[in-house]
């Protein structure tokens, strides 16, 4: 069987990160820390991580994103891009979670959770994801790169690869917190 070449990326929380992996071999990784602008920036970082390795779309195998949890509107944004690609290439999107990622990453011993706004985080265990205060985790990870979050969503892809699996869908922990419009839709007259 032939290595695969994955794309990984999450923009999940405050960046936007990717990374090209081929077989086991990091060929590149990249991240950026930004609060907003994910959507504006992620298919050019994209671009530029396959063209430093003389790569193209037509060249992977498969693709791989973090679904979360985090940042609402940055998972949209990576599960969407993830999707569309993987549609129109024709391969499949792995969709990794959050967990998945930092677990991979974590020293043994140390607690994942998954920092949020206001001190919190998000933490997991065989009662399920859940949102607690920071100072509640014992020996917590430390929180990764954004690159080697990229690095990890690849990693875990190609454990996967080349299963099938379902399209990437958000991991969402707790409901966004924008609420649904009150008003009912705008009559379309014909």
């Not at 498969?62 to 999707?83: E, L, M, Q, Y």
């Not at 990622?101 to 919190?120: E, F, K, N, Q």
């Not at 869908?169 to 007259?189: K, Q, W």
Request: with cysteine.
């Amino acid at each position: 069987m032939t290595q695969p070449l994955i794309l990984g990326f999450d923009t999940s929380g405050p960046h936007c990160a990717a990374a090209l992996l081929h077989g086991e071999t990091i060929l590149h990784a990249t991240g950026e820390t930004m609060a907003r602008g994910q959507a504006e920036r992620l298919m050019d970082l994209l671009q530029e991580v396959l063209e430093t390795n003389g790569k193209t779309w037509a060249d992977l195998d498969a693709i791989g994103v973090g679904t979360g949890p985090g940042n609402f509107t940055g998972i949209r944004i990576g599960v969407s891009a993830a999707r569309g690609l993987a549609l129109g290439l024709g391969i499949n999107a792995y969709g990794v979670t959050g967990f998945e990622t930092r677990t991979i990453l974590a020293p043994d011993g140390a607690i994942v959770a998954i920092p949020t706004p206001r001190d919190m985080v998000y933490v997991s265990d065989e009662t399920g994801a859940r949102l607690i205060p920071a100072t509640d985790v014992a020996n917590p990870a430390p929180n990764p790169e954004p690159s080697d979050l990229a690095k990890a969503v690849a990693l875990h892809a190609s454990s996967i690869w080349p299963a099938s699996a379902p399209p990437p869908a958000p991991f969402y922990v707790r409901p966004p917190d924008a609420a649904p419009a009150r008003d009912a839709p705008p009559r379309v007259l014909t």
